[in-house]
């Protein structure tokens, strides 16, 4: 009888803990995440022309010459920095092949540069921040590139 | 996952980055732990409490609908049945969600179920607060799955891990003259210390930017024409919460906390680091509450924070770039700081890939998991801590020739003998079964080579299985029936066989009489000499000869391929 008890008494304690912990917390905390903070709890999205074109987040697939390009060899593949370094050395293929001049490109690379640590780290670009602002800017040149 | 990279050795540096980092991230955790630790005293001896009001109803609830008599002590046997079978009873209720996930609600995706093996080896796995992961979970998991199953399991595992720790903590301090009862303890666990601190992260974790939604993964049109990203958004931030905050460590993705959606920027970075080392480091000095001494808590906290300062200090020697498999946004020296983090707390979460890193990292890596007390896991770290205490004792007796004591009990044969026990656990479960693995080949089906790299990825795997860590190199390629088995096997005993033992010593120690102390204190800066020198000399000595033919023969190797030409040229 003793076993009986405590087997009954486990599995509904093991219940409960589900019931609380894997159902009620997560689904009351997506609630609260929804009604307070919509934009992070949906994936911090981008808009552009009115519509979504994706996760400030995600490292988006830029292949054309027009855009910097993400790196895909890190451990997520879909890292959205590179380093300011790595981005001022893809300046001449932009500039080849938009016209925009190479002092032109470095400026906006150095407005939207962020640091690790402050001011003591290496110094980054977020790459959709990077291409979004030319694409506001060059219309003309980039029209025929976005969706 | 690719294969480990021989890298160059670079030049000696600590630069002002890593000291900052680190200096500002331990600061801050162990202030606010001292503090917190004042908080688990009292949830954990029953004081009174102003929140009283709030928790008692509910766990009176839970106590009654359970049928539970929270108040009555438990010797070790009873202690450990009732951790167990609960336990047990978790575990094959993740098990049914995790295969039967299709026929189940919130699978907007329409994922399939898991196989047997593979649901097999993660139920064991989280569950024993492990977190090996052998799938990814994005493209794996329904979101009851990573609810019900996953975060379900994080929790009870956590709390599991904290009572436990707490009842054998107990049990030496003395004062109750008992290990107490599982449920008063694990229930508490949940009501008082994790759900109320994982409400508060997940809602900062939100704010940071990691998505809380049910809303399904889209696929979005992005910026350049023709060109598509999935965007995963799934209830994260409450995982992540508990994951760190429960030294867990497994992640809603694959990549884990190198996901940007899981971890989005550097403050996140350190935020997370700061959680798994909360909980460890205030039970360190809750004991000391306990003992009603303060001096034996900070004994552990400097022995633990001693090692895991000397494996810093190792894994910052080699130069770091930030290269191949590290997140740009989080710098070089927080992926070092991470990855000795999560194994010194046994936690397992990455925040990049391990095969980025130089075998030194790798090498600090080994040392924090097969040492688990430094500090080590939720409620466990304190376990082995005490484990080594008995040991250094007993092995300083012997050499003065002294009767051992701690804490003015006398260490009797049994208690030595049963945390030998103890502390021969992790290195049966561990060397046989890597021998296993290459007896049979099993290296070649997870796509390994027979070399140093090889053999490095499979010590680790064990490694980490037995030290409930859940880090590794395998991944989704280790999800072979040899691998999901094995280590699903290793990851129980090593969980429960050491809390088993314990808890015997515990319990034992619990109402043994206590006399004004004679012999060695251990309230002082010598002894936590001591016992670190002890702990070094225990476990290096007893995995030595792995080590050499893993992450040691690779470091030479990439010695010789940096130098060696400078050498002969000369």
């Keep these: 009888m003793k076993g009986v008890k405590s087997l009954s008494t486990n599995v509904r304690l093991a219940l409960i803990s589900l019931l609380i912990c894997g159902l009620v917390f997560p689904i009351v905390m997506t609630g609260i995440g929804q009604v307070t903070l919509p934009w992070q709890s949906n994936g911090s999205q981008v808009y552009y022309d009115g519509k979504s074109i994706g996760s400030e987040l995600i490292a988006q697939n830029f292949t054309v010459p027009v855009f910097f390009h993400p790196r895909n060899d890190s451990a997520s593949g879909v890292d959205p920095d590179i380093t300011l370094k790595d981005a001022m050395s893809q300046v001449p293929r932009i500039h080849n092949a938009t016209g925009i001049s190479e002092s032109v490109l470095n400026a906006t690379l150095l407005k939207y540069r962020q640091y690790t640590l402050f001011f003591f780290g290496t110094p980054y670009v977020n790459v959709l921040e990077v291409n979004l602002y030319l694409v506001k800017t060059y219309p003309s040149i980039y029209s025929q590139y976005v969706q | ?570």
Excluded: C
């Design chain 2, 1 to 570: 996952m690719g294969a480990l990279e021989v890298q160059p050795v670079g030049v000696i540096m600590l630069s002002i980055e890593d000291l900052f980092v680190v200096a500002v991230v331990w600061g801050v955790v162990i202030v606010f732990s001292w503090f917190f630790s004042k908080y688990l005293f009292t949830v954990f001896t029953g004081g009174k409490s102003r929140l009283d009001k709030f928790f008692k109803p509910i766990e009176n609830f839970i106590y009654t609908l359970s049928g539970i008599e929270s108040t009555k002590n438990m010797g070790w046997k009873e202690y450990f049945k009732a951790l167990f079978y609960l336990n047990v009873a978790q575990t094959v209720i993740a098990l049914f969600i995790l295969m039967f996930q299709a026929n189940l609600p919130l699978n907007p995706m329409h994922y399939q179920g898991m196989s047997w093996s593979l649901a097999f080896n993660t139920v064991l796995s989280f569950s024993s607060n492990t977190n090996l992961q052998h799938y990814n979970g994005e493209t794996t998991l329904s979101y009851l799955s990573q609810m019900s199953a996953i975060q379900f399991l994080q929790f009870t595992s956590a709390a599991t891990g904290l009572a436990a720790g707490v009842a054998i903590l107990r049990g030496f301090a003395g004062k109750a003259r008992t290990i107490g009862n599982f449920y008063f303890d694990y229930v508490r666990s949940l009501t008082r210390v994790l759900l109320p601190l994982t409400f508060i992260t997940t809602l900062v974790l939100i704010a940071l930017g990691i998505p809380q939604s049910l809303g399904g993964y889209t696929l979005i049109p992005t910026l350049q024409k023709d060109a598509y990203e999935i965007l995963y958004r799934g209830p994260i931030a409450s995982l992540v919460s508990i994951m760190q905050l429960g030294t867990n460590g497994g992640g809603y993705f694959g990549a884990n906390s190198a996901y940007p959606l899981q971890n989005p920027s550097q403050v996140t970075d350190f935020l997370e680091l700061g959680m798994m080392m909360f909980i460890p480091t205030a039970t360190l000095f809750m004991f000391g509450r306990m003992v009603g001494d303060n001096r034996e808590g900070r004994t552990l906290f400097l022995a633990a924070y001693a090692i895991y300062g000397i494996d810093l200090i190792i894994a910052f020697l080699p130069k770091v770039h930030t290269g191949r498999g590290l997140e740009v946004g989080y710098g070089g020296a927080a992926s070092v700081f991470w990855t000795v983090t999560t194994t010194a707390f046994t936690t397992g979460s990455v925040n990049a890939s391990l095969a980025a890193f130089n075998p030194v990292v790798i090498f600090t890596g080994f040392i924090g998991m097969l040492i688990q007390g430094a500090p080590g896991g939720e409620g466990i770290g304190a376990m082995y801590l005490i484990m080594y205490v008995i040991v250094t004792i007993f092995l300083v007796g012997l050499m003065a020739g002294r009767t051992p004591e701690y804490l003015g009990i006398k260490i009797e044969g049994r208690d030595v003998k049963l945390a030998v026990m103890a502390f021969l656990t992790h290195p049966i479960i561990i060397l046989v079964p890597t021998v296993l693995a290459f007896a049979i080949g099993a290296e070649k089906a997870a796509g390994l080579t027979t070399n140093s790299i090889g053999f490095t990825q499979i010590f680790y795997e064990f490694t980490s299985s037995a030290a409930n860590n859940g880090s590794d190199f395998l991944g989704a390629s280790g999800n072979t029936i040899f691998f999901n088995v094995t280590t699903g096997i290793v990851m129980w005993l090593g969980r429960y066989l050491p809390m088993l033992f314990m808890l015997a010593i515990a319990d034992s120690v619990a109402v043994r009489k206590r006399t004004p102390s004679q012999g060695l204190k251990t309230g002082n800066i010598s002894f936590v000499v001591i016992l670190v020198v002890s702990i070094f000399i225990l476990t290096v000595l007893t995995f030595f000869p792995f080590l050499v033919l893993g992450p040691i023969l690779q470091f030479l190797e990439g010695f010789k391929t940096s130098f060696g030409g400078v050498i002969f040229a000369l």
